[in-house]
């Protein structure tokens, strides 16, 4: 029996309207070495009926509803192909799209991901725009993906062996689990590439759900990133661009809020984004602008800024933005089971007689209750958590992280006396006086 070099993963859910197609689109393909497994993740319309006369061609798994990701990864862990393609149940592939990924690879042994551009439309199939991000991200390395984000599972092709390192798709980030997943494949080395063709129909539905689900996709970028840069052996270079990745993304979602009605919410996540930037409130207020506009742009809709400015929220917001001025010192706190001191060390910080300081708390992995424990304080300190990379990595994150032009370090068990940060600044202010 000879094994199939690719298997079209298929994951669906009450996709029974657009089915017959996306599967239509793959028995097209002029690439033949392929299997289709289709996952139907606990469909309650007429999936089943639709699928009858296909049965023979295609491997059928029927399961609970557990999700797209658990759907996904079902379908990698029965796969027989060395290459693993995803197509949505509402997307299509064009006739050439799996032998030009194919080529690819043979060409490039090296490689572990092939991403082809893809057709926008709506859900009548007419067609929006040709989406070809390698004109604007010609190389899809660490830093593309975690700026960009150019993710979309129905143009992507993966080795399966990448799939299978990272433990394929995580269901705690639901709806950017593609991101999570494709952002750990590169983040272990994998070298990806562009396909310079239209291989996928993207077909846009059902706006109002993607509007309903705006909140959790933000809230799950936003849980991404902390687990993303909570990940050790990170390279030092990505690791120093933590706060600006954060920054970027904090925007991002803060303009997807504002395209989906959720002014309000809008406005809290601008103002996050205060907390990892060192620019000046003139300049942070120009940068919000200019890259809702460019968001826009990208939309092929024009940004109304005087609307903009009327959201509910705006002019706090801009008090807010005008009040901010940067830390003189950060002050960082690694922690690591020292629950009992915690709470200590950071009062210690807030009863200073000095207070232009941030307090940076970073929970090394501990096993105990650090995260209840700093939850009465999370209005007035940046807190961050990662895996267990021991009090060096800790430190080192935390220097990356500082807005401040003086560090400070105060270990999790230890107190500052009350006058530490006004004295210490005393003598450093003496120190550059007489350096000069």
Same mark, same amino acid.
């Given at each position: 029996m000879v094994l199939p070099n690719v298997s079209v993963v298929i994951p669906a859910y009450n996709a029974?309207? !657009?089915l017959g197609q996306a599967l239509e689109s793959i028995f097209a393909q002029t690439y033949t070495e392929y299997e289709i497994i289709l996952v139907d993740d606990g469909s309650t319309d007429n999936t089943? @009926?639709?699928?009858?006369?296909y049965l023979s061609r295609i491997n059928y798994i029927y399961q609970p509803n557990k999700g797209v990701a658990a759907a996904r990864n079902k379908g990698i862990e029965i796969a027989q192909g060395r290459l693993i393609a995803f197509l949505d149940a509402d997307d299509l592939f064009l006739p050439q799209k799996l032998q030009q990924q194919v080529a690819l690879f043979k060409?490039?042994?090296? #490689? /572990?991901?092939?991403?082809? /551009?893809? =057709?926008?439309t709506n859900e009548q199939a007419e +067609?929006?725009? $040709? *989406?070809?991000?390698?004109?604007?991200?010609? &190389?899809?390395?660490?830093? @593309?993906?975690?700026?960009?984000?150019?993710v979309l599972p129905s143009a992507t092709m993966i080795r399966r062996q990448w799939l299978e390192k *990272?433990?394929?798709f995580s269901p705690e980030? %639901?709806? #950017?689990?593609?991101v999570e997943c494709f952002l750990q494949i590169i983040a272990q080395g994998c070298k990806a590439i562009w396909c310079k063709n239209i291989g996928t129909v993207y077909r846009q539905v059902n706006s109002n759900s993607l509007c309903r689900n705006t909140i959790k996709r933000v809230e799950s970028l936003e849980l991404l990133h902390q687990r993303f840069f909570g990940r050790a052996n990170l390279p030092v270079e990505i690791r120093k661009e933590e706060n600006q990745v954060i920054y970027c993304n904090i925007e991002w979602s803060a303009w997807h809020l504002y395209q989906n009605g959720y002014k309000s919410q809008m406005c809290d996540y601008l103002r996050k984004s205060l907390n990892c930037t060192t620019q000046s409130a003139a300049e942070i207020s120009l940068n919000w602008i200019e890259s809702f506009t460019s968001y826009c742009d990208g939309e092929k809709s024009q940004l109304d800024t005087y609307q903009l400015t009327l959201s509910i929220g705006w002019e706090q917001l801009t008090i807010s933005t005008l009040a901010i001025r940067q830390p003189r010192v950060s002050v960082i706190i690694p922690a690591y089971n020292s629950a009992k001191y915690l709470a200590d060390a950071i009062a210690s910080v807030l009863n200073q007689t000095y207070t232009d300081y941030e307090i940076i708390v970073i929970n090394d992995g501990s096993t105990d209750n650090t995260?209840?424990?700093?939850?009465?304080?999370? $209005?007035?300190i940046r807190y961050f958590e990662q895996e $267990? =990379?021991?009090?060096?990595?800790?430190?080192?994150?935390? %220097?990356?992280?500082?807005?401040?032009?003086? +560090?400070? !370090?105060?270990?999790?068990?230890? &107190?500052f006396m009350t006058h530490k940060l006004e004295v210490s600044l005393v003598y450093v202010s003496l120190n550059h006086h007489h350096s000069l």
């Amino acid at each position: 029996m000879v094994l199939p070099n690719v298997s079209v993963v298929i994951p669906a859910y009450n996709a029974a309207h !657009f089915l017959g197609q996306a599967l239509e689109s793959i028995f097209a393909q002029t690439y033949t070495e392929y299997e289709i497994i289709l996952v139907d993740d606990g469909s309650t319309d007429n999936t089943k @009926t639709i699928l009858e006369p296909y049965l023979s061609r295609i491997n059928y798994i029927y399961q609970p509803n557990k999700g797209v990701a658990a759907a996904r990864n079902k379908g990698i862990e029965i796969a027989q192909g060395r290459l693993i393609a995803f197509l949505d149940a509402d997307d299509l592939f064009l006739p050439q799209k799996l032998q030009q990924q194919v080529a690819l690879f043979k060409l490039h042994p090296d #490689v /572990g991901m092939v991403v082809s /551009g893809w =057709q926008l439309t709506n859900e009548q199939a007419e +067609i929006i725009e $040709n *989406v070809e991000l390698w004109h604007s991200l010609p &190389c899809l390395d660490l830093r @593309t993906w975690l700026y960009w984000k150019p993710v979309l599972p129905s143009a992507t092709m993966i080795r399966r062996q990448w799939l299978e390192k *990272v433990g394929g798709f995580s269901p705690e980030t %639901i709806p #950017v689990e593609d991101v999570e997943c494709f952002l750990q494949i590169i983040a272990q080395g994998c070298k990806a590439i562009w396909c310079k063709n239209i291989g996928t129909v993207y077909r846009q539905v059902n706006s109002n759900s993607l509007c309903r689900n705006t909140i959790k996709r933000v809230e799950s970028l936003e849980l991404l990133h902390q687990r993303f840069f909570g990940r050790a052996n990170l390279p030092v270079e990505i690791r120093k661009e933590e706060n600006q990745v954060i920054y970027c993304n904090i925007e991002w979602s803060a303009w997807h809020l504002y395209q989906n009605g959720y002014k309000s919410q809008m406005c809290d996540y601008l103002r996050k984004s205060l907390n990892c930037t060192t620019q000046s409130a003139a300049e942070i207020s120009l940068n919000w602008i200019e890259s809702f506009t460019s968001y826009c742009d990208g939309e092929k809709s024009q940004l109304d800024t005087y609307q903009l400015t009327l959201s509910i929220g705006w002019e706090q917001l801009t008090i807010s933005t005008l009040a901010i001025r940067q830390p003189r010192v950060s002050v960082i706190i690694p922690a690591y089971n020292s629950a009992k001191y915690l709470a200590d060390a950071i009062a210690s910080v807030l009863n200073q007689t000095y207070t232009d300081y941030e307090i940076i708390v970073i929970n090394d992995g501990s096993t105990d209750n650090t995260r209840e424990v700093v939850e009465p304080y999370l $209005n007035r300190i940046r807190y961050f958590e990662q895996e $267990n =990379q021991g009090v060096s990595a800790t430190r080192n994150r935390g %220097i990356y992280l500082a807005r401040g032009e003086l +560090i400070a !370090f105060l270990d999790a068990d230890d &107190c500052f006396m009350t006058h530490k940060l006004e004295v210490s600044l005393v003598y450093v202010s003496l120190n550059h006086h007489h350096s000069l």
